[in-house]
């Protein structure tokens, strides 16, 4: 059972003890006047093959953002536009010079974007957290049962797999996201026994994610990853498109959006269980894990930095450094699915992640500063 005051603290974090992260919204429940963005994001693997999908974005009428009322409206406002705005760039060949993505995209997306305090790109907190729906409600949230909203350009089973295993992961830690609240939230009191069921509850999502992560080859094989559907993860700058970048017509003299791409970094989760530990990185890894919560909810970076303040662990607290190394073996594997998936595909390219950082150099230092 969640109490009141446990509950209004998860309440003003948008988070809960079922989902953690995760966020269950309702294509079905968005106002019909915004039909046409889901129109287009439900035909962009047909418009991708048929190389017409410029043509078709440039062609949809430029909707307001005065309708979007519940918060699931303005996350899926988020997904669909960068659903769309991937496509728009990626679709096509490498770009010679300075791409324009159309005001009926770009226009909305900002308002949306300041709105939740998200960047303007694809980002985890849309791919992920908010891009999903139970096949049949009355059978248990599990990746077999789970369909995507939008951001589906190859229309695979492997486009779903990677994203429905991703939130199957997010959901594992569910229980431990509730604990940490409760813990912090609560250590004023007398709370070793609320400490001791958060490290525990922690130490036993990590275990049910790495299981849930071995399930990733079931349906995605490293080369669809790899070759078809990373590249519409991909950021918006230099290493990605030449020395050009992009810009948002109607707003060039902001000059280009520069945006790192969709990245597991981006996930509050661990985040969230380092700042509850107090894992200490630095260096570069701590400045690239800072720069990614920008690409997180409003509310998710705020529930951070609220644990990282106050957490009533230390590195003297009995039953830490078991969790340590369960966090450690968490992230072994993780580096292992990487290895499978990205540096198995590489063939001589640039060891550089969608998010923009030389990620093996960066793993590893994560995985090192857990120790």
């Not at 960047?119 to 995507?148: E, G, T, V, Y």
């Not at 190859?154 to 429905?164: A, P, Q």
């Not at 918006?236 to 945006?259: Q, R, W």
């Amino acid at each position: 059972m969640v109490t009141d005051n446990v509950q209004n603290v998860m309440t003003r974090f948008r988070v809960s003890k079922e989902l953690g992260f995760l966020l269950e919204c309702h294509l079905s429940q968005m106002p019909e006047y915004y039909q046409p963005w889901i129109a287009m994001c439900n035909n962009i693997a047909d418009l991708i093959k048929s190389h017409s999908v410029r043509q078709a974005l440039c062609s949809m009428p430029e909707l307001t953002t005065d309708l979007l009322s519940t918060y699931e409206d303005w996350r899926l406002a988020h997904l669909l536009l960068t659903t769309m705005v991937s496509a728009y760039i990626w679709s096509e060949a490498t770009h010679d010079e300075t791409l324009v993505i159309p005001r009926n995209l770009c226009a909305p997306l900002v308002v949306v974007s300041e709105h939740l305090g998200l960047r303007p790109i694809i980002c985890h907190a849309s791919a992920c957290l908010a891009n999903w729906k139970l096949m049949d409600p009355s059978q248990p949230f599990s990746p077999d049962n789970l369909r995507l909203n939008a951001f589906n350009p190859l229309d695979s089973d492997g486009n779903r797999w990677f994203f429905v295993v991703t939130a199957q992961i997010e959901k594992d830690f569910g229980p431990c996201v509730y604990n940490i609240i409760r813990a912090v939230h609560f250590k004023t009191e007398d709370n070793a026994h609320y400490i001791n069921e958060a490290l525990s509850s922690i130490r036993d999502s990590l275990s049910k994610g790495i299981e849930t992560m071995k399930r990733m080859p079931e349906l995605l094989t490293p080369a669809e990853f790899y070759h078809e559907l990373r590249p519409y993860l991909q950021g918006y700058d230099a290493n990605t498109l030449n020395s050009h970048g992009i810009v948002f017509e109607g707003m060039e003299k902001n000059g280009p959006v520069k945006c790192a791409g969709a990245s597991a970094a981006q996930s509050s989760t661990l985040q969230l269980v380092d700042a509850f530990l107090r894992v200490e990185h630095s260096g570069e890894a701590k400045k690239f894990l800072n720069q990614q919560r920008e690409y997180m909810p409003r509310e998710h970076r705020e529930l951070i930095h609220w644990i990282e303040t106050e957490s009533p662990v230390q590195k003297s607290t009995e039953g830490r450094q078991e969790v340590l190394d369960a966090l450690t073996k968490f992230r072994s594997f993780h580096f292992n699915t990487v290895a499978l998936y990205i540096i198995t595909q590489m063939k001589g390219s640039s060891g550089t992640g969608t998010g923009g950082t030389s990620f093996v150099k960066f793993l590893n230092k994560v995985r090192a500063d857990t120790k």
